[in-house]
């Protein structure tokens, strides 16, 4: 995965709503980028079904700022940071980026921020919290691009804590490592999930 960039390689990050959105989201010194499968996707020549957006703009500014570039907008997570904008008949999930500050482990009580490495720290797998800018090119806070080159599922950080957060992290970790992963589970991953099965 030397070449870390999906410029040339996705025809929907081309698209002219799609852009439009980016650029409203990015305008004024906040930011927005794609995140999580859909650039993944890109680099492993995978199919690509939805396209998420994480930004620095709260969620009132996120509808506001959607909502004159001519979108419409739809509040399906707001109280999580998470605003549903739909583009030229496309669906977009845009999310505040986000730090945990409680966790049950299912879901989390989370603060809105700007900082990139927290959003990507509270992810669940590396090669789940890349992002790609407006112009294709992938920002990988916690190691995901080497891990997608050796097939290697691996969670972000502490597979245990990881794991504590939400449970369903189990199901996810053996689901992608069929989908993604190549050769043996990633040790620490198995042995977490074996640890906290119940």
């Known amino acids: 995965m030397s070449?870390?960039?999906?410029?040339?390689?996705?025809?929907?990050?081309?698209?002219?709503?799609?852009?439009?959105?980016?650029?409203a989201l990015s305008a004024d010194g906040e930011e927005a980028r794609i995140a999580g499968g859909a650039a993944r996707n890109?680099?492993?020549?995978?199919?690509?079904?939805?396209?998420?957006?994480?930004?620095?703009t709260l969620p009132d500014e996120t509808e506001r700022r959607a909502q004159a570039a001519g979108f419409r907008t739809?509040?399906?997570?707001?109280?999580h940071g998470t605003i549903t904008v739909i583009a030229d008949g496309r669906p977009y999930e845009v999310t505040t980026l986000r730090a945990d500050v409680e966790t049950n482990g299912r879901h989390a009580?989370?603060?809105?921020?700007?900082?990139?490495?927290?959003?990507a720290e509270r992810r669940d797998f590396t090669?789940?919290?890349?992002?790609?800018?407006?112009?294709g090119?992938?920002?990988?806070?916690?190691?995901?691009?080497g891990d997608m080159e050796s097939r290697t599922l691996r969670f972000?950080?502490?597979?245990?804590a990881r794991i504590r957060e939400?449970?369903?992290?189990?199901?996810?970790?053996?689901?992608?490592f069929a989908w993604y992963g190549r050769g043996r589970p990633d040790a620490d991953g198995l042995r977490a999930c074996t640890r906290l099965k119940d």
């Open 137 to 145: 090119e992938v920002v990988d806070l916690v190691g995901g691009l």
């Open 127 to 135: 090669i789940n919290a890349l992002y790609a800018t407006a112009s």
């Open 166 to 176: 939400d449970y369903l992290r189990i199901l996810r970790f053996f689901r992608f």
């Open 74 to 79: 739809v509040p399906t997570g707001k109280e």
């Open 109 to 119: 009580r989370v603060v809105f921020g700007r900082d990139w490495k927290s959003d």
């Open 42 to 56: 890109v680099l492993l020549g995978e199919a690509v079904s939805d396209i998420d957006i994480a930004t620095t």
């Open 3 to 23: 070449d870390a960039s999906i410029a040339g390689k996705a025809d929907w990050l081309e698209d002219k709503a799609l852009q439009s959105l980016l650029a």
């Open 156 to 160: 972000i950080g502490d597979a245990e």
